[in-house]
């Protein structure tokens, strides 16, 4: 068996900046506040940490929107700051991420603006710009964030392409000078240290140029276009640029966010011997408690068809590329909101939730928060809520003549806001997150809920947190096993087993507030018990009875 790259046997902690820990009271997060809790991300046993993005932005996407690639936004800190942040990261032995937002950039940015006063300008050919038809958009695609992803600009009489918010005008790829001058912002930070980037929307950067009409969605003009622009044959070409360009020679890492994925494009995005991307994100299972693509249409969590998509996954990438394991991130709601039981068995469902998804195959990603049990922030007024996302559809919701009563329970369910509430840190005002007014409101719940009181706790969800990523790390079964779920059709129990040559392992989780009973496989007799929420599990004569939200990990060695 071939030796584990280092990436394949690491845990990723995710920050989300703006709500990770502000050091000087302005109420924001920021590079500062990272470094202070260096410690604590360290003391998790992670030994990446990724950030979402810090640089200088107008904010009109969480960050997601970039102004100027080369500098950190003074809200966040400054140079020095980040180069002391990379070297606290270093000396803890860990390794440092960067988000690459290569698909768009923020209107703001210079390029964009020359681009609107000059169709002569060089840069004009940086975005993605076209004539209308017949007096409206070149095509009736929608954007991702709500509307028309096309923007009318009367000086130039022309449209912008954006598949993102109106602000994030996509970049053209097909010009060889975006690509160079990405291939030099890549380079530039990683002469500052970074060890790998998260690339973001990275599979979007292949338009079909000819911009066909779509089905429009039900009670809008526009309709969703992925098929003209995710996945696209060209895309390969531009990751293997990247990889031969800058991250093969210089050692970095990847992983990639790729949504509407086929198994065929997902092999040749991650096969190693292709030199295209190290790792994958892919975003089908997270679709398990909604109407098709709509997240403003939640339906209750189906946990076969979470098996379904967890097992494909699991069956496409081994032995033909790599995963990232995630249970949330700072696009999603709060897991244990969403997935666990939050109002009765919070600590044992969360610790469930980890036990579920970190044994398979695959890097675990664990987003700040998660390893508390933090919750969505319960935020009781609209006007808490902060994503444009979330304000788009609550616009085009009130706009239809829906009550504010409903959107308020929609955005607290299935907003992004609902991961990106701050950090609780401790029990003192504002969490601890802060000395001053926080830029979004904390959870209400930070006095029960927070890092502090959680250290203290053998018990906790922070600790059951440390304790899983030790005994998952240098395990052949979590590494290279084959991953087999077990009663898949079964909508209480997610089991499955990681089959190795010289280990087996079984995860066993119990999804309900019901007491089952399952029997365990006969070859994990005499099986040892690798991490449990519950203090020891039941079996008696190969039946486990399973109490509710107990999940529970055994291994055997052959
Ligand atoms: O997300 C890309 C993406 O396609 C989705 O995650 C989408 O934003 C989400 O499903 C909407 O609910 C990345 C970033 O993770 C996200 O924060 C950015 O908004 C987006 O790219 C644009 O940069
Ligand atoms: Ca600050």
Not at 39 to 44: K, R
Not at 155 to 183: G, T
Request: proline share 6%; aromatic share 14%; hydrophobic share 35%.
């Amino acid at each position: 068996m071939e030796k584990a790259k280092w990436w394949q046997d690491a845990a990723v902690y995710q920050i989300y900046p703006r709500s990770f820990y502000d050091s000087n009271g302005d109420g924001i997060g920021d590079i500062k506040g990272i470094t202070e809790k260096l410690d604590y991300i360290a003391s998790l046993g992670v030994d990446v940490i990724w950030s979402s993005p810090f640089f200088v932005s107008p904010w009109a996407d969480g960050g997601y929107d970039i102004a100027d690639y080369r500098n950190i936004s003074p809200d966040f800190g400054t140079m020095e700051d980040f180069e002391e942040m990379i070297a606290g990261i270093h000396e803890r032995g860990m390794k440092f991420m960067m988000d690459f937002v290569g698909n768009h950039t923020s209107d703001e940015h210079p390029w964009f603006q020359a681009a609107l006063k000059d169709k002569e300008s060089p840069y004009h050919d940086y975005y993605i710009f076209r004539k209308g038809r017949d007096g409206r958009e070149p095509s009736n695609w929608a954007s991702i964030f709500g509307g028309s992803a096309w923007e009318y600009v009367p000086e130039l009489d022309e449209y912008y392409l954006h598949l993102f918010a109106k602000k994030q005008p996509d970049l053209n790829w097909e010009n060889p000078k975006v690509v160079s001058e990405v291939l030099d912002i890549l380079d530039f930070w990683a002469d500052k240290g970074v060890d790998g980037y998260r690339l973001d929307a990275i599979n979007y950067l292949y338009k079909e140029p000819d911009f066909p009409d779509v089905e429009p969605m039900s009670g809008s003009p526009y309709g969703f276009a992925t098929e003209h622009y995710a996945n696209k044959p060209k895309v390969h070409e531009h990751f293997r640029t990247l990889h031969d360009k800058v991250m093969a020679p210089r050692g970095l890492t990847t992983v990639a966010e790729v949504a509407y994925l086929d198994e065929e494009t997902a092999r040749g995005y991650a096969d190693p011997a292709r030199g295209e991307l190290d790792a994958l994100y892919p975003f089908d299972l997270l679709n398990v408690d909604q109407e098709g693509y709509d997240k403003f249409s939640p339906l209750p969590l189906d946990l076969p068809k979470l098996k379904k998509a967890l097992s494909h996954w699991q069956n496409v990438m081994h032995d033909h590329g790599w995963l990232a394991l995630f249970i949330g991130n700072h696009d999603q709601p709060r897991a244990l909101s969403r997935f666990g039981d939050e109002d009765q068995y919070p600590v044992r469902s969360a610790k469930l939730l980890a036990n579920a998804m970190y044994f398979l195959q695959g890097t675990p990603y664990i987003y700040q928060g998660d390893e508390l049990g933090m919750t969505v922030p319960h935020y009781t007024e609209l006007s808490q809520f902060r994503d444009v996302e979330a304000i788009n559809a609550l616009k085009e919701g009130l706009a239809r003549g829906e009550s504010k009563e409903h959107w308020l329970k929609l955005l607290d369910k299935r907003s992004r806001d609902g991961g990106r509430a701050p950090f609780s840190w401790d029990t003192s005002d504002h969490a601890g997150f802060t000395t001053g007014r926080p830029w979004m409101d904390v959870c209400a719940n930070y006095k029960d809920i927070n890092a502090e009181l959680e250290e203290h706790d053998a018990d906790s969800v922070l600790n059951f947190y440390r304790r899983l990523l030790k005994v998952r790390k240098g395990r052949s079964s979590v590494l290279y096993g084959r991953t087999e779920f077990l009663e898949i059709e079964d909508p209480k129990l997610l089991i499955y087993e990681r089959i190795a040559e010289d280990e087996i392992l079984i995860s066993v989780n119990n999804f309900s507030r019901d007491e089952l009973s399952f029997r365990l496989p006969d070859k994990f007799q005499g099986a040892e018990l690798l991490i449990s929420n519950c203090r020891k599990p039941d079996i008696r004569d190969g039946v486990a009875r399973l109490r509710p939200w107990e999940a529970f990990t055994l291994i055997k060695t052959n």
